[in-house]
């Protein structure tokens, strides 16, 4: 990663131009051709260094809610029960952790009465009845982007 | 939402496509001409509704390897401050209240990122002196499962 990869993503990080060519606008700020932003752009995406380019939506601006599950899984029934839960399309990010409560995962739901519901199932399906719904009280920090 | 906006978010949701005219391609899947995509994206981000539109790195690979999930017991009274000391914390990007639950006493829950586990307890001895709270632990990630994009609006297949 050079210097003008470093400066392409600060950018694209926070600002993705929102035109029609937008390798064109992020080459013109980079002082660089449409070609050479995208073609650095997509080593980036295809060396795993981007994950993805898009939005990050407000769950609760679009009317949907989220939260995070907390899990005590038999140690030796983790990646099995962890295969289950990442098997449901609403859960969206699912870690273990080094703690009692070894498995932790965020689900979102088009309504909050989905929520119950849909933790009932993953308790039978998994077998696992120790979880708790963990919902965000209040939100005081949320950023995702790196500095290079 | 209206349909139109509904058939934008889930034409979107899941990424830009690798090509110079991403938003044309994303227009036609969500059936709206590319100028109105592009408009109601912007709009979206003035009102909030698009928190940020960009890329989203893969932390390992940026660098920071190794991430912590601190958990916090904080009387109510002093939350305020907590929080504010944590959100101004570099390591840390996310910090939540979120309810506790018998046997887990931690009301406060910080994600830390770094380049170390060394990293991420220092970050959170930091935290922890400044702030007083000395009643925390760190939950490290052990794997990774599942990591993906929200699905909004999500089209029942049952």
């Known amino acids: 990663m050079d210097d003008l990869d470093r400066r392409l993503l600060n950018i694209i990080q926070s600002d993705f131009p929102i035109v029609s060519r937008p390798y064109a606008a992020l080459g013109e700020a980079l002082g660089v051709s449409e070609d050479e932003a995208f073609a650095r752009t997509k080593k980036l995406v295809e060396s795993g260094v981007i994950r993805r380019i898009g939005p990050a939506f407000d769950t609760r601006k679009l009317g949907h809610s989220s939260v995070l599950v907390a899990a005590k899984v038999p140690t030796d029934r983790l990646a099995e029960v962890a295969e289950i839960v990442s098997s449901f399309p609403q859960v969206t990010h699912n870690y273990g952790r080094d703690h009692e409560y070894n498995l932790w995962f965020t689900l979102i739901c088009r309504d909050e009465s989905e929520i119950e519901s849909l933790v009932s199932r993953i308790r039978t399906e998994t077998g696992v009845s120790d979880m708790h719904i963990l919902p965000a009280e209040r939100l005081f920090k949320l950023r995702v982007e790196f500095e290079f | 939402m209206d349909e139109n906006r509904i058939g934008i978010v889930r034409a979107i949701q899941g990424g830009l496509p690798l090509t110079k005219t991403p938003f044309a391609e994303i227009a036609e899947k969500a059936g709206v001409a590319e100028d109105d995509l592009l408009r109601r994206i912007r709009a979206w981000k003035d009102d909030g509704t698009i928190r940020r539109f ?3 790195l893969r932390h ?19 939350i305020e401050d907590f929080a504010r000391e944590a959100a101004s914390c570099e390591a840390v990007s996310h910090c939540y209240q979120r309810p506790r639950f018998a046997g887990f006493p931690y009301n406060l829950y910080t994600m830390i990122h770094g380049k170390s586990r060394e990293e991420c307890e220092l970050a959170a001895r930091d935290i922890s002196g400044r702030t007083g709270i000395t009643d925390y632990e760190l939950l490290f990630t052990t794997e990774e499962f599942k990591k993906s994009p929200p699905v909004y609006f999500a089209e029942e297949t049952e």
């Open chain 2, 60 to 78: 390992r690979e940026a660098g920071y390897s190794v991430n912590a999930m601190g958990v916090w017991n904080v009387p109510p009274e002093r």
């Open chain 2, 54 to 56: 960009g890329a989203i």
